[in-house]
């Protein structure tokens, strides 16, 4: 099975930043694309970013695009880079993962996924 540890979150005001971390361990070496999903008190879970398995191409929701920067290295390790933070940005972030090429867009398409870390941007 494929392990996701996610570190980074944290309080942090309103124009701040965070970087969040995703580790990744087992079977992880085919085909594995990667996410970030947010959840929000009373929200569904939402896509914020997402990275093929090579890391050649991204994709973010409209309300991160400009802030936010997602990337992964050569040991299967993902981040969030969060820029210019928000208190609408506060919510757990989660890391997510699938076998395939392309990015989970839903969450209904994760295979798998990490424990959720809380982010708190305050005014």
């Known amino acids: 099975q494929v392990q996701l540890v996610e570190s980074g979150g944290g309080l942090v005001q309103a124009g701040g930043s965070l970087r969040l971390s995703c580790a990744a361990s087992g079977r992880t070496f085919s085909t594995f694309a990667m996410g970030w999903f947010r959840q929000a008190p009373g929200k569904e879970r939402e896509f914020v970013a997402g990275?093929?398995?090579?890391?050649?191409?991204t994709y973010y929701a409209d309300s991160v695009k400009g802030r936010f920067t997602i990337s992964r290295d050569n040991a299967k390790n993902m981040y969030l880079q969060m820029n210019s933070l928000k208190p609408e940005d506060t919510a757990v972030y989660y890391c997510a993962a699938r076998w395939g090429n392309q990015p989970p867009r839903y969450p209904n398409e994760c295979s798998y996924w990490g424990q959720g870390t809380q982010v708190t941007v305050s005014s």
């Open positions: 990275i093929t398995w090579n890391g050649g191409t």
